[in-house]
């Protein structure tokens, strides 16, 4: 069963700061990796999407990076602002997609605060 | 726009009663999926659906039910036999591996 794991569960950071945030995973048979973020109280949006095939992927100041081998990946936030408060979740599209009852599979997310 | 709407966004419930929440969405997607968010567990898998009249079981499926008698919705029931129904509930639906999510519903247990 794959198991997502994301460090730290909580980080506080002055604004300004770069920093990264981890997750790893059990199974390196994924089809994709998604790392969202959530607000207090709402749903979750996506940020970055990584293909099983892919490496890395920017937005902004935003970069995450994916090496399936060592089941692990990174969401790198650079010049980090008091706006990027919330919780950052990391989750992977576990088999194929093509074959029934592929699933996503969430770890329990890196709340991070920036302080002005 | 097109996207996920979740109703209500606030919910109670009195002991013994079935509530029904409500996922619609107009992304034109084949798959959607209810999570289950608690504090400090993360999110956890429901019910899913693939395709019309067609759902899985999840991990926490005992209490729920859900129907897919349209592309569009995915209702989900939380019934009485759900002990401990208090919680964030998140509707998402799929399409090429990227997941889009609504907005949630919170259930209150009165």
């Known amino acids: 069963k794959q198991e997502v794991t994301q460090i730290p569960a909580a980080l506080s950071v002055p604004e300004g700061e770069n920093l990264v945030l981890n997750c790893s995973f059990t199974?390196?048979?994924?089809?994709?990796l998604q790392w969202f973020r959530q607000d207090p109280g709402k749903g979750l949006t996506s940020l970055l999407l990584?293909?099983?095939?892919?490496r890395e992927q920017t937005s902004g100041r935003l970069n995450a990076s994916l090496d399936k081998s060592s089941g692990r990946s990174t969401l790198y936030i650079a010049a980090s602002q008091p706006g990027d408060s919330a919780t950052y979740l990391c989750?992977?599209?576990?088999?194929?997609?093509?074959?029934?009852?592929?699933?996503?599979?969430f770890g329990e997310g890196t709340q991070l605060t920036v302080n002005p | 726009d097109g996207g996920i709407t979740q109703s209500p966004k606030y919910l109670f419930r009195k002991e013994g009663q079935n509530v029904t929440l409500s996922c619609e969405q107009n992304?034109?997607?084949?798959?959607m999926y209810w999570y289950r968010q608690d504090p400090g567990q993360g999110l956890r898998l429901i019910y899913y659906?693939?395709?019309?009249?067609?759902?899985q079981k999840g991990d926490i499926a005992e209490g729920y039910s859900v129907s897919r008698e349209k592309k569009e919705s995915f209702p989900l029931t939380v019934t009485s036999a759900q002990k401990n129904p208090t919680a964030f509930y998140l509707c998402?639906?799929?399409?090429?591996?990227?997941?889009?999510f609504g907005q949630g519903t919170r259930l209150t247990v009165v």
């Open positions: 998402a639906s799929t399409q090429a591996g990227r997941a889009f």
């Open positions: 199974d390196s048979a994924i089809y994709n």
């Open positions: 990584i293909q099983s095939s892919q």
């Open positions: 989750a992977v599209w576990g088999g194929s997609w093509e074959t029934s009852g592929s699933r996503l599979t």
């Open positions: 992304l034109n997607h084949d798959a």
């Open positions: 659906s693939q395709i019309v009249n067609d759902f």
